[in-house]
């Protein structure tokens, strides 16, 4: 029996002899909300628990296989070797509603509005709007708020079709410990946001293109929980600052872009002022953490520098 466990671990070692620090933080995140739902799923339908609980399982496999496949230069498979942890994205953020539930029995949304009146003096998320009733102002809040669902896919292939491979696989281990680590919060501290405390924007602003397409999304797109800190500020200023050290043209493109974004989240109402806030300071803090963690992360696995695997070519 102890033969066959040493055995199996050093298979599990040689297979992850070419994973990478993303692969590490993705296998991480998938493992630990696993092993969550595995505790305290039953919570949930006992179909939707199973189901989770396949997914991960599903999600571990793939992530595994991934990590078990070389580095390459620039090439469509080179590029999916580097970026799949992004392509389950929106299915780990689907699944927050159910997990923002299995330790709280609410959102903790009293908290942060009196956290806003205390720093800001009102609500901005209901004043911005209403100080500023512009269609024209609306319908550009809501197009920045729009392009969050392009930002991340945007500047990955900007930086890499730019053959800035370095500051390309920085930018997608990054983000993941940008997300993972809102994603932690969300289960723990669930705020539902001001699209679900508020009403929404009416009047002649509700008939615009943009406000339509958004509401549209949400109504089955978003994860009531997720509102603080936000991720969508975050994960855009972590864009800004992995540009800035890789590629100033790509910085310069995603600048307006973000800088839109987080106003529009919160004109727009999808966000409390200190939910943007405390997305730029999670993005500095948890960008720092990362470039701090990335080091141990080599050397954690068999793809160290002093080991390293070169990309293969296609």
């Known amino acids: 029996m102890v033969q066959r466990g040493g055995l199996a671990l050093n298979g599990l070692r040689e297979r992850l002899r070419l994973a990478q620090p993303t692969d590490l933080i993705f296998q991480a995140y998938v493992g630990f909300s696993g092993l969550v739902i595995l505790l305290f799923g039953w919570k949930l339908s006992i179909g939707l628990w199973v189901g989770l609980i396949l997914s991960h399982v599903a999600l571990l496999a793939v992530g595994l296989w991934w990590a078990s496949q070389p580095l390459r230069d620039r090439s469509l498979a080179g590029f999916l070797r580097d970026v799949y942890p992004l392509l ?36 901005l998320a209901m004043t911005l709007s209403a100080r500023f009733p512009y269609l024209w102002l609306s319908e550009l809040m809501h197009f920045f708020y729009a392009l969050y669902f392009l930002l991340l896919p945007l500047a990955a292939v900007l930086l890499y ?5 370095q ?3 920085e930018f997608v281990y990054v983000e993941l410990v940008v997300l993972f680590a809102c994603y932690v919060v969300y289960m723990f501290y669930p705020v539902a946001g001001p699209h679900y405390e508020f009403p929404r924007i009416g009047g002649a602003l509700a008939g615009g ?5 958004v509401h549209w999304v949400l109504k089955d797109g978003g994860s009531m929980g997720a509102a603080f800190p936000s ?24 600048l307006p872009l973000v800088v839109g974004l ?53």
């Open 167 to 169: 500051g390309f696989r």
């Open 209 to 213: 293109t943009f406000y339509q397409l």
């Open 88 to 123: 389950f994205i929106l299915f780990l953020y689907w699944e927050l509603r159910y997990l923002a539930l299995l330790f709280n029995d609410g959102y903790h949304d009293s908290r942060i509005l009196g956290w806003e009146e205390a720093l800001f003096g009102e609500q």
């Open 161 to 165: 079709l730019r053959g800035r491979l």
């Open 231 to 254: 991720a969508h500020v975050a994960v855009a200023v972590a864009i800004l600052l992995v540009s800035w050290r890789h590629d100033r043209v790509v910085w310069a493109v995603m």
């Open 262 to 314: 987080t106003i529009g989240t919160v004109y727009g109402r999808f966000h409390y002022g200190i939910d943007a806030l405390g997305g730029v300071m999670a993005a500095f803090l948890l960008v720092a953490a990362a470039r701090a963690l990335r080091p141990w992360l080599e050397g954690f696995s068999l793809a160290a520098p002093g080991n390293s695997v070169k990309a293969s070519p296609v």
